[in-house]
């Protein structure tokens, strides 16, 4: 290289630190650092004189300066002359794109190799899964078990048919209940059906919505102490709507009953003191609403079609038929059936 022309700094492309090597006849250098090959294009060089030797060793110790900035890429360029150096044409630097590893393909699958299922769990078979009891059926608490049978007192109740049936239906009843109306019609087919097995018990339960209810309850009262009872019962159940003080004296006429016996005994408080307690009665059975009906104690509410009826009672009547084979007497036999009644919920 001529003494006064100096070589122009470059950035090797490699390790990327700036370069003073000269290039050589072909313009290829080798980084002084990397000792990396690499070609740059590049101005011409400019030709400037040495000047004495005190400026050539002053170029060659600023070449030595521009080495050490070289790693913080700074270039000092040092001149003896006064005009300012025109600097050199950007190095043209080609960088090749780094390779990208590609993964490897998954390996194929066979056509005909089919996966294997996976296996299901081992069941232990000495272990059982224990066997839960279904919930039991909660009762009632404030209605009668229909499943049970319970004692009801009769003090007062007025009777249809014979003593020594083996069937007592117990019916608490309201006269100005339409639904009581309606179960009088079932009853009376009772009655044809069954004959002398079956026989009726009559007992008041005058609800307290019923305004005209108790007042009923004791116009039958004050019939039945003239023999009258169900005479009076069927005028009253004919028009629930037909309840009034007027009316019942006019039923009594109608029955050709001493009206003055029948007002005195509708107005006695007794007559009042013998339905409360009935009524009483059916409450302590919780038989609450009308009618209600216990077949030989068997609770049966509401107004039931014949078939509900003739279920129970065909039971009883079977129950019966092995007492009397056993030798029990017929008047006795719905006092057998009574015998394990409950006094009541």
Request: glycine share 6%; with cysteine.
């Amino acid at each position: 290289m001529h003494p006064g022309m100096q070589a122009p700094l470059a950035f090797c492309p490699t390790c990327g630190a700036a370069d003073a090597s000269a290039p050589n006849p072909q313009g290829f250098r080798q980084c002084m650092h990397c000792h990396a090959r690499y070609q740059i294009s590049v101005a011409a060089p400019t030709i400037r004189p040495s000047g004495t030797n005190t400026g050539a060793l002053v170029g060659f110790a600023a070449a030595m300066v521009c080495l050490l900035f070289a790693g913080l890429g700074a270039a000092v360029y040092v001149s003896t002359g006064a005009e300012e150096p025109q600097g050199p044409e950007p190095a043209h630097i080609v960088v090749a794109e780094p390779v990208v590893a590609q993964p490897e393909p998954p390996t194929p699958v066979e056509p005909d190799a089919t996966p294997e299922p996976p296996k299901p769990p081992e069941v232990d078979d000495d272990v059982v899964d224990p066997v839960v009891a279904p919930p039991a059926v909660q009762k009632n608490p404030n209605k009668p078990d229909p499943s049970l049978r319970y004692r009801v007192d009769m003090d007062g109740a007025h009777f249809r048919g014979p003593s020594d049936a083996a069937v007592t239906i117990v019916l608490f009843t309201d006269f100005q209940c339409p639904f009581c109306k309606r179960i009088n019609k079932t009853l009376a087919e009772v009655t044809d059906t069954y004959g002398d097995d079956v026989r009726i018990a009559y007992m008041h339960n005058p609800l307290a919505f019923h305004e005209r209810a108790l007042p009923a309850a004791k116009a039958v009262e004050a019939a039945a102490a003239q023999g009258k009872f169900w005479e009076m019962y069927g005028l009253l159940f004919q028009d629930r709507d037909s309840l009034a003080r007027s009316d019942f004296d006019k039923y009594a006429r109608q029955l050709d009953l001493n009206t003055r016996r029948f007002n005195a005994t509708f107005d006695d408080p007794a007559t009042a003191r013998g339905i409360k307690s009935q009524q009483r009665e059916a409450l302590r059975l919780k038989a609450r609403g009308t009618p209600s009906c216990f077949i030989n104690g068997r609770f049966l509410p509401g107004a039931q079609p014949l078939e509900a009826f003739a279920k129970i009672i065909d039971e009883e009547l079977k129950a019966a038929k092995s007492l009397t084979d056993e030798g029990t007497p017929r008047s006795k036999v719905g006092e057998a059936l009574m015998k394990d009644a409950l006094p009541g919920i």
